[in-house]
């Protein structure tokens, strides 16, 4: 009796299972693509870091809770204004806007816009917005800052 032709069905039965184990050991894994979608756009998270960097700083002076207070201020508009041309890319418009939400809640049949004071308006206003905020206090007063960026010219 020929034992090799026996020898050769075991082989072909072995690399069978093998290769069926090894394809259910990759299939365990989990691949996840290449490509993450998320809610936020990159300006978005980059100004959302530019405010909440601001808001950790404490003021050198002594006169406002954080650095992101005193430059909300009229005073310091220059400043802030500095900060956020270094921290966003060349070419980006964007608009600094100062709600006074303790005047808006004493007065809510006027008009937000009414309570709005305008730190830096943008020239231009194209595409879609990236908007980012935090609330502050200033002299007992609730503001809201608004940090609106619209595109990026490159």
Same mark, same amino acid.
């Given at each position: 009796?020929?034992?090799?032709?026996?020898?050769?069905?075991?082989?072909?039965?072995?690399?069978?299972?093998?290769?069926?184990?090894?394809?259910?050991? #990759?299939?365990?894994? *989990? /691949? !996840?693509?290449?490509?993450?979608?998320?809610?936020?756009?990159?300006?978005? $998270? %980059?100004?959302?870091?530019?405010?909440?960097?601001?808001?950790?700083?404490?003021?050198?002076?002594?006169?406002?809770?954080?650095?992101?207070?005193?430059?909300?201020?009229?005073?310091?508009?220059?400043?802030?204004?500095?900060?956020?041309?270094?921290?966003?890319?060349?070419?980006?418009?964007?608009?600094?806007?100062? #709600?006074?939400?303790? *005047? /808006? !809640?004493?007065?809510?049949?006027?008009?937000?816009?009414?309570?709005?004071? $305008? %730190?830096?308006?943008?020239?231009?206003?194209?595409?879609?917005?990236?908007?980012?905020?935090?609330?502050?206090?200033?002299?007992?007063?609730?503001?809201?800052?608004?940090?609106?960026?619209?595109?990026?010219?490159?």
């Amino acid at each position: 009796m020929n034992n090799s032709a026996q020898i050769h069905v075991l082989e072909v039965i072995v690399v069978a299972g093998m290769l069926l184990m090894s394809l259910y050991f #990759v299939r365990t894994f *989990e /691949f !996840s693509p290449n490509i993450t979608k998320t809610e936020e756009n990159e300006l978005e $998270i %980059l100004g959302n870091g530019i405010l909440t960097s601001l808001e950790g700083v404490p003021d050198n002076l002594e006169q406002y809770p954080s650095l992101l207070a005193r430059y909300s201020t009229i005073d310091y508009k220059d400043e802030f204004k500095d900060y956020v041309n270094r921290s966003l890319p060349y070419g980006t418009m964007y608009e600094i806007s100062l #709600v006074d939400i303790s *005047e /808006f !809640s004493k007065h809510p049949e006027n008009s937000i816009n009414d309570h709005t004071t $305008i %730190l830096k308006e943008a020239l231009v206003k194209v595409g879609k917005e990236a908007r980012s905020s935090r609330i502050i206090v200033i002299d007992g007063n609730i503001y809201k800052v608004v940090l609106t960026m619209f595109l990026t010219l490159r």
